[in-house]
C-alpha cells in the first residue's frame, strides 16, 4: 500500500542491531550476512559511526556547494591518499557515482582525445545502477525492459573476454568501465591476467581504465579497493555503499592530471558531499585505517572461504564457490531464493544474486563463531533446499 512494488520484500522487520546482529521487532535475532547489500561495511550501531553522525546533527546540515567545506576538503583528500588518486567528486549513491564517472569520461574523450561521439566498453552480468546510463552501462537485460529508448554510447562485450575488448577498440571508444568481482552478477571475481592484459590495452590504447568498487571497495575484499590486489593502478573509481556504512554518500575519483575535465559548472548535485555524509565517511574512513584493519578482513575472508570449501565443495547442490575477501558467492544448481528464505527462519541474512547464487556480504567485523555459526547454516539449508520434494 502506498509505495510503488518494486521491490519483493521479506516480511521481517528489522529494529535494532550492534555488529553483525540484527533484532527483528519481536526480539529474535539474526546474523547479518548481507550488511544491507554490502552496505553496514562496520556493522550496526557502530558506535564511532553512529557519534560521529550524532555530533554532526547537533550542528548546521546543509549550505549547499557553493560554499566553502574543509570537511569535504578532508574526507577527498584521505580517500586519494589511499586509492592513489588525485580528484573527488561526491555524490549520493552507487548510480550517481558512476554516471559521473560516464560523464567524465565522455568529456574526457571530447576534450583530450577530441571523439564527438565517444564509447564506453562495459562486461555482460556486470552491474552498475538504475539510473538511464548506468542501467544502459550494465551487462543485463532485466534492468533495460520497457526503459527504451536508452542513451547510445555503449558496447557491452563478455567479461573476461581481452580479445573481444581488442576487437571492439576502435577510433571511437574512450573507457572502459568494470566491477573486479562482479556482485549483482553472481559474485565473480575478474581473472587477473585479463585485467592486467587490459590495464596494458587501456594504456597502450589510451583509453580510461574505469573500476567500479561500489560494491567492492572500503575493504570488502581485503583491501581497501580490489584493484590493489590486481596490482594495476586505474584512471577513474566509483564507490558508494560501505562508504557511509548505510549514509548514502558516493564518490568518482580521477587521477590528478584529469581534475579540469570536470570544471565549474560541467556537473553538481545539491546533496552530494553534505555534512551529514561526510562527517560519517569521515569517521568510517578513520576506522578503516586503523593499522591493523585490512589484515583482519583478509584473515577472516581467506578463512570464510576455506570453510565454505571444506564444508559445502562435494554437496550436490553446489556447482561452484567463488569470490573474495568477505564477498562470497556459492553457485547452487537450484534457485538461491528458497535458500535465502530458509536461511531467514534459521535467523542467518543472506542474498541472492542472479538466479541461483547465494551470495554472502558479511560486516567487515563480522567474528570467527559467527562465521562457523554461518556456514553451518548455510550447509543444512542448502542441503534441506536440495531434497527432491516429495507429492
Ligand atoms: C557494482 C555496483 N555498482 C553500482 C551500484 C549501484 O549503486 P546504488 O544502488 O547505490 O545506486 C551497485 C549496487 O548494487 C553495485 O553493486
Redesign the pocket.
Known amino acids: 500500500m502506498a509505495l510503488f512494488p518494486t521491490y519483493l520484500r521479506h516480511e521481517i522487520h528489522f529494529v535494532d542491531g550492534s555488529g553483525a546482529v540484527l533484532v527483528d521487532e519481536l526480539g529474535n535475532e539474526y546474523l547479518d550476512f548481507a550488511s544491507g ?2 552496505v553496514v561495511n562496520l556493522g550496526h550501531r557502530h558506535p564511532r559511526i553512529e557519534q560521529a553522525l550524532i555530533t554532526q546533527a547537533q550542528g548546521i546540515w546543509h549550505t549547499s556547494n557553493l560554499f566553502a567545506s574543509p570537511l569535504q576538503q578532508e574526507v577527498a583528500e584521505i580517500l586519494c591518499k589511499v586509492s592513489g588518486m588525485g580528484a573527488t567528486f561526491f555524490a ?7 554516471e559521473a564517472a560516464i560523464k567524465f569520461a565522455r568529456r574526457w574523450a571530447k576534450t583530450v582525445k577530441i571523439i564527438q561521439e565517444p564509447e564506453i566498453i562495459t562486461f555482460k552480468q ?6 538511464l546510463a ?1 542501467l544502459t552501462a550494465t551487462g543485463q537485460d532485466k534492468v533495460k525492459d520497457g526503459f527504451s529508448p536508452l542513451p547510445k554510447g555503449f558496447r557491452i562485450l563478455p567479461y573476461g573476454d581481452i580479445q573481444a575488448v581488442k576487437q571492439a577498440t576502435g577510433s571511437t571508444t574512450a573507457a572502459v568501465l568494470l ?1 573486479l568481482v ?3 552478477g553472481g559474485v565473480r571475481p575478474a581473472d587477473p591476467p585479463f585485467v592486467q592484459e587490459l590495464a596494458a590495452w587501456c594504456k597502450e590504447k589510451n583509453l580510461l581504465l574505469m573500476i ?5 571497495g572500503m575493504g570488502r575484499t581485503g583491501n581497501w579497493f580490489a584493484y590493489q590486489a590486481y596490482g594495476i593502478q586505474p584512471d577513474v573509481i ?1 564507490l ?2 560501505g562508504l557511509g556504512n548505510g549514509f ?1 554518500v ?1 564518490a568518482m575519483l580521477a587521477k590528478a592530471e584529469w581534475k579540469d575535465v570536470l570544471g565549474p559548472g560541467t556537473h553538481g548535485t545539491t546533496f552530494g558531499g553534505g555534512r551529514l555524509a561526510m562527517a560519517v565517511a569521515r569517521a568510517v574512513l578513520e576506522e578503516l585505517s586503523r593499522p591493523s584493519m585490512m589484515a583482519e578482513i583478509q584473515e577472516k575472508g581467506t578463512w570464510l572461504g576455506q570453510l565454505l570449501e571444506k564444508e559445502l565443495n562435494g554437496l550436490s547442490e553446489v556447482r561452484v564457490i567463488r569470490g573474495k575477501g568477505l564477498m562470497r558467492g556459492i553457485e547452487l544448481n537450484m534457485p538461491a531464493a528458497p535458500v535465502v528464505k530458509s536461511l531467514l527462519n534459521q535467523g542467518l541474512v543472506t542474498l541472492v544474486a542472479g538466479e541461483n547464487v547465494l551470495r554472502l556480504l558479511p560486516p567487515l567485523v563480522v567474528t570467527h563463531g559467527q562465521i562457523v555459526r554461518a556456514v553451518s547454516l548455510i550447509k543444512e539449508a542448502v542441503q534441506a533446499c536440495g531434497l527432491p520434494t516429495s507429492v
Open positions: 547489500i554490502g549520493n549513491s552507487g548510480a550517481e557515482a558512476n556486470s552491474f552498475h545502477g538504475r539510473t548506468t566491477e562482479q556482485g549483482e567500479d568498487e561500489v560494491q567492492t566509483t558508494a555503499k548514502p558516493g
